[in-house]
DNA sequence: TAATATAATTAGAATAATTCTAAATTTTTA
DNA sequence: TAAAAATTTAGAATTATTCTAATTATATTA
């Protein structure tokens, strides 16, 4: 594993966020100056080949990149905020259910944050 | 609704397919010689936002469009091949692990496609 | 029905995320 | 150290999607 791609993990894994890559571009440029972001792409690839990283996939926004410690996800339908939630593990609950070997799962729940709750109250409140 | 949303949702309902915004271009060609890529993405955006129809993003892959009738979906890791399955209903059972309201989830479940895993054998055979 | 307003559609440019290509550099191996 | 392999770089290319402004269609009202 190059130097690059070990800091990649690590910012991935040291963060409670969830960057694009873009953002971990950034984070990379801090630790070595000359670095470009077709290299972040690169090694993204490959750290997601490996299963040393997830992508999440949320229309609208960029591919975001998260470790790979069980969890769930929230999403807010509103502003696209993506949080982490650990819900009960449904993996054997699922298998028992299909007749095909399952690699993983991903459960994404959609609701809304609560600043997305307030503005639409707000808006509610001005028309009334 | 307009003839094309209308004919879109038709399209969308009608399919056991998850089409692309450029998929269901071409299929509403065939009714509207004349429409325009562009005016698929508006209805697609209008219909998405009245809660019509499904968006569903798979990283690498074009978004795809979906009813909305109650459904899970199965992804091959190798094709990026997207099928429905129906497993056991998680509203309620997700809705009482969260302490704010849920509008919905997505479950997605991970898996290699017959194809994929014969190709696989196909390759491991090959080294043996 | 004519005039007006509203909404939808079109054409095509613009944008943003990502991938690709080919050259340069670095690392590894013989 | 020379050769081979892998990584990185720079920047062009691609793809999906959105935006803009003009045009057309539809609905509303006088």
């Given amino acids: 594993m190059t130097k690059n791609a070990e800091q990649i993990l690590k910012i991935i894994n040291g963060s409670c966020e969830h960057l694009s890559a873009e953002?971990?571009?950034l984070r990379l440029k801090e630790y070595n100056q000359s670095v470009v972001l077709a290299t972040v792409y690169n090694n993204l690839a490959s750290?997601?080949?490996e299963g040393l990283v997830r992508k999440i996939s949320v229309e609208g926004y960029p591919d975001r990149y998260d470790n790979v410690r069980r969890h769930d996800h929230l999403i807010c339908k509103g502003c696209g905020k993506l949080s982490d939630i650990v819900l009960e593990d449904l993996t054997q609950s699922l298998?028992?259910?299909l007749k095909i070997p399952m690699l993983s799962y991903d459960l994404k729940i959609n609701y809304f944050c609560e600043?997305?709750?307030k503005k639409q109250q707000g808006l509610t409140n001005d028309n009334d």
């Fill in 47 to 49: 750290l997601y080949n």
């Fill in 115 to 117: 600043d997305c709750i």
């Fill in 23 to 25: 953002q971990i571009f």
């Fill in 95 to 97: 298998q028992n259910q």
